[in-house]
């Protein structure tokens, strides 16, 4: 029995939170390409990025911005994320390419600049 989109749906839906950012994460990471330039320039692009956001208003007040945390994965061997909803619980923002990050783990790998990253 082939197996179809909806099955594929329907799994992702029934995993934690953090069981289904990890595979949404190692899924779609394969797409990543990197170009480099005879001068040392380089070129990432075609990243995609898994992204917590928020927006919303209070009082009356629409907030004029959203809030946009990447996925970051940790980078120690031999860790599980938790399956919890309240696994997503480290953020921080990436010290070189300044994106805000979120994650299970303490230590993760930004996903865009691939650099290591400590959160809070
Ligand atoms: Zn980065």
Redesign the pocket.
Known sequence: MAITKNDIIQFITNLGETEAVELCFDALNSRRTKHQFENGDFEIDDVFCIAQCSFGSFEGEVDKRATIELYAKSYRENISPPSTKYGLNQMGK??????ELMSYDKWVI?P????K?ELT
């Open positions: 990436c010290e070189f390419c300044k994106v930004c865009v600049c691939e650099t990253n």
